[in-house]
């Protein structure tokens, strides 16, 4: 009877072993499916893009849309007597460069000479998450329109694309640039990405394929900063040599070229009604162009 109930419990002990080292194996194995699956859905995109560089399928550039906010009333700034300071926190180790805040969110992207960029929860300053992959500092940072995604531009010569639905991964860096990229934005649809360089170049991304779709070349110096003028295929650019030029991505062609600046033109931004931009220069003038 002893020997009889020893060796029950044994093939007891046994059983439970066998169904634990079982249920273990099952695991493993949809691990490695998943995985298997993911190896495959990122050879699939890969053969797919490569196919389309090949055969010059890339995504097509978006139709003309009519400005939602053309007669929209804007609420006015409100001067109030006295602003005082609500939060203050210690961002970076070295210098901060760039700023885009997230379109839907509270939330604010940094950019740094310490080759960082960093997510913060806006007004708390909490820190949300971060990344580095450039080699050198950062220069220009942008949100996606969705908020899904964020461009940096760097000293290194190169822009890259952060998923924020993969903990932040880099998910593709553009290289043709031969000198520091300043800045880096996305268009209203977010398919395709405006970078500028010291090397007098603007060049015109394709998101979702990685490749580059126009070089638009007319400057004489820097290209410092540029942006697309709200729901259309225009870009503004300004530089060095003191202008200020409108692109069309589709054609690469310079729509029209400004001149007034006795100086570099540092930054150029335009209003959400896409009626009125601003510039700056060097010599510290500001000029509001209809």
Not at 136 to 143: A, E, P
């Amino acid at each position: 009877m002893k020997e009889n109930m020893l060796s029950k419990l044994e093939n007891t002990r046994l059983k439970e072993k066998l169904g634990m080292m079982t249920t273990q194996m099952e695991k493993i194995e949809k691990e490695n499916r998943g995985e298997a699956m993911d190896e495959m859905a990122a050879t699939q995109k890969s053969d797919i893009k490569k196919a389309a560089k090949q055969e010059k399928v890339y995504t097509e550039f978006p139709k003309e849309r009519e400005n939602p906010y053309t007669n929209a009333e804007i609420e006015k700034f409100v001067v109030r007597e006295s602003i005082s300071l609500s939060k203050s926190f210690k961002a970076h180790s070295l210098g901060i460069t760039k700023m885009s805040m997230h379109p839907k969110k509270p939330i604010l992207a940094t950019a740094s000479d310490d080759r960082t960029w960093k997510l913060w929860n806006i007004p708390e300053g909490k820190y949300l998450m971060g990344g580095e992959g450039h080699t050198d500092w950062l220069s220009g940072i942008d949100f996606h329109p969705r908020g899904n995604l964020l461009a940096t531009s760097s000293a290194d010569g190169s822009a890259k694309i952060w998923d924020f639905g993969k903990n932040g991964e880099c998910v593709n860096t553009f290289k043709d640039h031969i000198q520091v990229v300043w800045d880096a934005k996305f268009n209203y649809t977010g398919e395709f990405l405006a970078t500028c360089s010291m090397d007098q170049a603007i060049k015109i991304w394709d998101v979702e394929y990685g490749v580059c779709r126009h070089s638009l070349r007319g400057h004489v110096d820097n290209v410092n900063s540029v942006c697309f003028i709200p729901f259309s295929n225009l870009l503004l650019s300004c530089s060095g040599d003191k202008t200020i030029s409108v692109w069309d991505i589709r054609t690469s062609h310079c729509a029209q070229t400004y001149l007034g600046h006795k100086s570099a033109v540092s930054r150029v931004d335009c209003n959400l009604q896409a009626t009125k931009f601003v510039s700056c220069d060097m010599d510290g003038v500001v000029f509001l162009w209809d």
